[in-house]
Nanobody, 127 residues
Framework: QLQLVESGGGLVQPGGTLRLSCAAS????????IGWFRQAPGKEREGVSS????????AYADSVKGRFSVSRDNAKNAAYLHMSRLKPGDTAVYYC????????????????????WGQGAQVTVSS
């Protein structure tokens, strides 16, 4: 059974740091582009970051550039999203997703391009 499981969410004060992890089981992540998405109440799901299968290219939403960093460890079949200088506007459910894209070693912030999704992890930024 193909599965992605996020962990590391929680409550953090503004300016704080969190690291989300995404663990895969039932398939190997090494051939997949990984994406991180978030969805706040009443809003559409938006792309946050993406990393290519070969760990060569990354992409970030403008709202998180310079604050978030995406990485992957294919040996551990996992991916990570390091979030720093968190703001209340970052509050959302965060999802990791895996995609086999048309072009090798590409990235995407488009949810519709991803075939496999985790269940989500709540991140709340509040004082």
């Amino acid at each position: 059974q193909l599965q992605l499981v996020e962990s590391g969410g929680g409550l953090v004060q503004p300016g704080g740091t969190l690291r989300l992890s995404c663990a895969a089981s039932g398939f190997s992540l090494q051939y997949y582009t990984i994406g991180w998405f978030r969805q706040a109440p009443g809003k559409e799901r938006e792309g946050v970051s993406s990393i290519s299968s070969g760990d060569v290219f990354t992409a970030y939403a403008d709202s998180v550039k310079g604050r978030f960093s995406v990485s992957r460890d294919n040996a551990k079949n996992a991916a990570y999203l390091h979030m720093s200088r968190l703001k209340p506007g970052d509050t959302a459910v965060y999802y990791c997703a895996a995609a086999l894209l048309r072009y090798h070693n590409s990235v995407s912030l488009t949810p519709a391009e991803y075939q496999h999704w985790g269940q989500g992890a709540q991140v709340t930024v509040s004082s």
